[in-house]
């Protein structure tokens, strides 16, 4: 079950799709998935997702600002893709790829 496993893991397993994904997509998905519905939580999700691109497991190919509010108004989302060495840390963690 998707909620059993640890958060970055997991992360790795969602981008490992090799598609393009929204960071607040992923967050909304994994607040489900792990019942981390507070403010705090989907802050801490990102903070993971910001992690793993600064240990370059995630490359980011496009951001612009949230003028709507969709996510965090004035906040800046970030469009990620898994890198290379992203899918050889989520081989090694022992994740499918889809």
């Given at each position: 079950m998707a909620?059993?496993?640890p958060i970055k893991f997991?992360?790795?397993e969602?981008?490992?799709?090799?598609?393009?994904?929204?960071?607040?997509?992923i967050v909304t998905q994994m607040q489900k998935e792990y019942n981390?519905?507070?403010?705090?939580?989907?802050?801490?999700?990102n903070f993971d997702i910001l992690e793993l691109a600064s240990g370059g497991m995630l490359k980011s190919?496009?951001?612009?600002?949230?003028?709507d509010g969709?996510?965090?108004k004035g906040f800046l989302l970030h469009k990620y893709v898994i890198?290379?060495?992203g899918k050889v840390?989520?081989?090694?963690?022992?994740?499918?790829?889809?």
């Open positions: 909620g059993e496993r997991r992360l790795l969602l981008f490992s799709d090799e598609k393009e994904h929204w960071n607040n997509e981390m519905n507070s403010n705090f939580g989907r802050d801490s999700l190919v496009e951001s612009k600002v949230d003028e969709i996510y965090k890198t290379d060495f840390r989520a081989s090694d963690a022992c994740l499918e790829y889809v």
